[in-house]
């Protein structure tokens, strides 16, 4: 028998895998990929980033909406629980608001990403950490936020082909990795307008994020509490491929170098609020983050920043304040440049 080689990357363990036992599914494909990519590296700031990471303003806000629907829901014991937290920034900004409000729930977080765990670690030192959603309290209610998480579960694609629908399978030759068709499925499991769609269309599912869905949305209905996602996506369902990998700010090809780029896809909303719906969940929208921002306070939010920052300035600049009494010196080597704002 073969020794497991540790030290081999993912392309070179997929590839063997793949041409061993025949192609995969483009889900196992897309899961075993993520799961060594978010593994591996923090990718926020580096390969793309993220609302929370843009300004505290995103996580202020969430953190007030949750606060004020624990209010009115008659102050309930809660959980906080955030679903694939990143670096924390998000659930940091929320629980901070949150806790001007009176609400200070035990923060559960869903990670799978140990290197994300302990930058999370770093900012919510108290938080407790699951590998899935079956682990979370069912004595509480729960509070749960998933920004930009949907988008990296593992999708399905249907590509219809001259004879009828098939499933996309990764292939592997040599060590390149190819989408190709697998075999045919029965038209009736599709939705019945998109069943006669025109050769070369692609129709995607997603099952994980189904049953995450399902899952906690029966929580919610059982044990009380909201759940606000946030992704970019669609209302399906429809016809599309949104596949993509993204690495350092540019699209890459999904099927080279797996493990080494975010793959995602486009998430749906129709169905995510179908199997809450089905869960016994009572759905609102989706709207468009801008609005909900927007209906939410942020530009009030915005300009008390505004302001907080001018009256920053005063301190350190005004003459009554730090501006007079401090003072600065600046010393350069013989024949170095005039430094800046020294006369
Ligand atoms: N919500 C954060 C990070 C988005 S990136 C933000 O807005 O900045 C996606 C996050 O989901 C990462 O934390 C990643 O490690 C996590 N993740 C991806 N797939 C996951 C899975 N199957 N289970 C749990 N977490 C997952």
Redesign the pocket.
């Known amino acids: 028998m073969e020794a497991p080689v540790l030290d081999a990357t993912l392309p070179d363990r997929l590839a063997r895998a793949v041409t061993l036992a025949g192609p995969i599914s483009l889900a196992q494909y897309m899961?075993a990929a993520?799961?060594h990519y978010?593994a591996t590296r923090d990718?926020?700031g580096s390969d793309f980033t993220?609302?929370?990471?843009i300004s505290q303003m995103f996580g202020e806000l969430i953190g007030a909406w949750l606060a004020d629907l624990w209010d009115r829901g008659g102050r309930p014991p809660a959980a906080y629980v955030?679903?694939?937290?990143?670096?924390g920034?998000?659930a940091a900004d929320a629980l901070r608001v949150m806790a001007k409000a009176g609400l200070t729930p035990p923060v559960h977080f869903?990670?799978?990403?140990p290197t994300?765990r302990t930058a999370q670690a770093a900012r919510v030192p108290d938080a407790t950490w699951h590998d899935?959603t079956t682990t979370l309290p069912d004595d509480a209610a729960l509070l749960i936020i998933a920004?930009?998480?949907f988008d990296?579960?593992p999708i399905r694609q249907l590509v219809r082909g001259g004879d009828g629908w098939h499933e996309r399978l990764v292939a592997c030759q040599d060590t390149l990795f190819l989408p190709i068709a697998g075999k045919q499925v029965p038209g009736d499991i599709l939705p019945p307008e998109l069943r006669d769609a025109a050769p070369g269309s692609v129709i995607e599912t997603s099952p994980a994020s189904v049953a995450v869905m399902r899952d906690l949305a029966g929580r919610i209905a059982r044990q009380g509490g909201a759940m606000l996602t946030i992704d970019y996506g669609y209302e399906g369902p429809a016809i599309g491929d949104t596949l993509q990998a993204m690495q350092r700010g540019r699209f890459v090809n999904p099927f080279e170098h797996p493990g080494e780029h975010d793959l995602t896809a486009h998430v749906d909303f129709a169905t995510l609020a179908a199997a809450a719906i089905t869960a016994g969940a009572s759905t609102f929208g989706p709207v468009e983050q801008g609005a909900l921002l927007i209906a939410l306070g942020i530009d009030a939010r915005a300009a008390a920043l505004g302001e907080r920052v001018m009256a920053d300035r005063e301190r350190l600049v005004s003459a009554d304040q730090m501006g007079r009494l401090f003072k600065a010196l600046a010393i350069t080597a013989p024949g170095w440049p005039h430094p800046a704002g020294f006369p």
């Open positions: 899961a993520n799961a978010y990718p926020l993220t609302a929370p990471e955030e679903l694939g937290p990143g670096r920034t998000l869903v990670e799978t990403s994300l899935d920004n930009e998480f990296a579960l």
